[in-house]
C-alpha cells in the first residue's frame, strides 16, 4: 500500500500565495517509478489535473489555468512532493489531490484513477 499526507492548506487573500505539501509512505511506494501530481475539486465540479512531475522530477507539466503561478517539486530522498502556489485566485479554491502512480494516467492523460493512490486532500480556499 502508499500512503499519501497532504499538508499546508488554508484560508488565503487573492494575490496570495501558500505552499502543499505531500509525504509519501509505505511498502509499495517506488519513487523511481511512480509519477506524482496534484489534482484539484472544486464544489459541483470534477477533479481536475493541476501538475505533475515524472519519477525523478526533472519533467514536469501544469494545467493552462496555473501555468507561470504554480510550481512543482520533488524530494525523492524525503519522499515528498510540494506544490508551490503563487498569485492565487478565488477559482483556485478546491480540496488539493495529491497522487502517485502511472506517469502515463496522471501525468500524460491527467485523468484521475482508482488505480493509483490518493491522498485525502487540504482545502485552499482564496477570497476576493
Known amino acids: 500500500q502508499v500512503q499519501l499526507v497532504e499538508s499546508g492548506g488554508g484560508l488565503v487573500q487573492a494575490g496570495g500565495s501558500l505552499r502543499l505539501s505531500c509525504a509519501a509512505s509505505g511498502r509499495t511506494f517506488n519513487k523511481y517509478t511512480m509519477a506524482m501530481a496534484w489534482f484539484r475539486q472544486a464544489p459541483g465540479k470534477e477533479r481536475e489535473f493541476v501538475a505533475g512531475?515524472?519519477?525523478?522530477?526533472?519533467?514536469?507539466y501544469y494545467s493552462d489555468s496555473v501555468q507561470g503561478r504554480f510550481t512543482i517539486s520533488r524530494n525523492n530522498a524525503e519522499n515528498t512532493v510540494d506544490l508551490r502556489m503563487n498569485s492565487l485566485k478565488p477559482e483556485d479554491t478546491a480540496v488539493y489531490y495529491c497522487?502517485?502512480?502511472?506517469?502515463?494516467?496522471?501525468?500524460?492523460?491527467?485523468?484521475?484513477?482508482?488505480?493509483?493512490?490518493w491522498g485525502q486532500g487540504t482545502q485552499v480556499t482564496v477570497s476576493p
Open positions: 497522487a502517485a502512480g502511472s506517469y502515463m494516467r496522471l501525468v500524460v492523460n491527467r485523468t484521475p484513477s482508482n488505480d493509483d493512490y
Open positions: 512531475v515524472n519519477w525523478s522530477g526533472g519533467t514536469s
